[in-house]
T-cell receptor, first 113, second 110 residues
Framework: EPEVTQTPSHQVTQMGQEVILRCVPISNHLYFYWYRQILGQKVEFLVSFYNNEISEKSEIFDDQFSVERPDGSNFTLKIRSTKLEDSAMYFC???????????FGSGTRLTVV | SQQGEEDPQALSIQEGENATMNCSYKTSINNLQWYRQNSGRGLVHLILIRSNEREKHSGRLRVTLDTSKKSSSLLITASRAADTASYFCATDKYGNKLVFGAGTILRVKS
């Protein structure tokens, strides 16, 4: 069964550093997403991406964050100047059409120290 | 906010029993989806029910949707220890993002 692949599974970074979280969505999917889950809290929407541009972003997704689909297969989330409160599990998701469920990756656990 | 909220927050049952989880939301939706998350792992899509559907089955799962009450329920029949996980409902209003509830932690004792 097709999977969404996320790397790395766990990343530890120092406060103020930049991190790039990588995702390989399912190859024929058209809609891409990033969500995050702070430990013990809800899964929160960050951003959706379609047709090579952001289609919607949440209040969380400020200038510190950016997304890119650099080569037609990877989908990345960049977090500049990380803060302690950015520590969370970050999930990438994709789907083919609007009438189907999302396929989520296994997540990247980001720890900012 | 279109947030879905589940109840109960936690549910503990014996293997073989049925588990029912409920979800409420606030706005009109295009569809409602249920996901499972094993501890510290990714989210697994279980079932999607569209706003014009009232009930849907998938294996041991039964989902109902009442748009007049803005609520949904997930029933897992004949539960197994492997069903132990967190279960989330998520609403999709325009087809461009999911809004998740806080989840129900299900523990199935063997």
């Amino acid at each position: 069964e097709p999977e969404v692949t996320q790397t790395p599974s766990h990343q530890v970074t120092q406060m103020g550093q930049e991190v790039i979280l990588r995702c390989v969505p399912i190859s024929n999917h058209l809609y891409f997403y990033w969500y995050r889950q702070i430990l013990g809290q809800k899964v929160e929407f960050l951003v959706s991406f379609y047709n090579n541009e952001i289609s919607e972003k949440s209040e969380i997704f400020d200038d510190q964050f950016s997304v890119e689909r650099p080569d037609g297969s990877n989908f990345t989330l960049k977090i500049r100047s990380t803060k302690l409160e950015d520590s969370a599990m970050y999930f990438c998701a994709s789907r083919g059409t609007r009438d189907y469920g999302y396929t989520f990756g296994s997540g990247t656990r980001l720890t900012v120290v | 906010s279109q947030q879905g909220e589940e109840d109960p927050q936690a549910l503990s049952i014996q293997e073989g029993e049925n588990a029912t989880m409920n979800c409420s939301y606030k706005t009109s939706i295009n569809n409602l989806q249920w996901y499972r998350q094993n501890s510290g792992r990714g989210l697994v899509h279980l079932i999607l029910i569209r706003s014009n559907e009232r009930e849907k089955h998938s294996g041991r799962l039964r989902v109902t949707l009442d748009t007049s009450k803005k609520s949904s329920s997930l029933l897992i029949t004949a539960s197994r220890a492997a069903d132990t996980a967190s279960y989330f409902c998520a609403t999709d209003k325009y087809g461009n993002k999911l809004v998740f509830g806080a989840g129900t932690i299900l523990r199935v004792k063997s």
